[in-house]
């Protein structure tokens, strides 16, 4: 069973930096794509980053591209969200997904419990 646990959500001022990590565990094969969703209250989940390992492409939603940095580490068992230049309406709970998939993450295959940004202005 995969495990994806997400960590280094917090507080940071506006302009500010965070990096989350998806530590993913017992994943097997290759061929999946992990993704980083966000939801507020009220609103629906939406994905802002993705990375495919198989086609080696990555993908951002319009209102964090140029801000935010989706990444790994060589054996694919971590996956980063560098955050820049925060701004309060980055304040979410940010999860960590994974999909079987060469290319898409939604809807995912398994879900992070979630980790809390808050960002005051």
């Known amino acids: 069973q995969v495990q994806l646990v997400e960590s280094g959500g917090g507080l940071v001022q506006a302009g500010g930096s965070l990096r989350l990590t998806c530590t993913v565990s017992?994943?097997?094969?290759?061929?999946?794509?992990v993704g980083w969703f966000r939801q507020t209250p009220g609103k629906e989940r939406e994905v802002i980053a993705r990375?495919?390992?198989?086609?080696?492409?990555?993908f951002y939603a319009d209102d964090v591209k140029g801000r935010f940095t989706i990444s790994t580490n060589y054996a694919w068992n971590m996956v980063y969200l560098q955050m820049n230049s925060l701004k309060p309406e980055d304040t979410a709970v940010y999860y960590c997904?994974?999909?079987?998939?060469?290319?898409?993450?939604?809807?995912?295959?398994?879900w992070g419990q979630g980790t809390q940004v808050t960002v005051s202005s």
């Open positions: 990375i495919s390992r198989v086609v080696d492409s990555t």
């Open positions: 997904a994974m999909k079987y998939s060469d290319y898409f993450v939604f809807p995912p295959d398994y």
């Open positions: 017992e994943h097997t094969g290759r061929r999946y794509t």
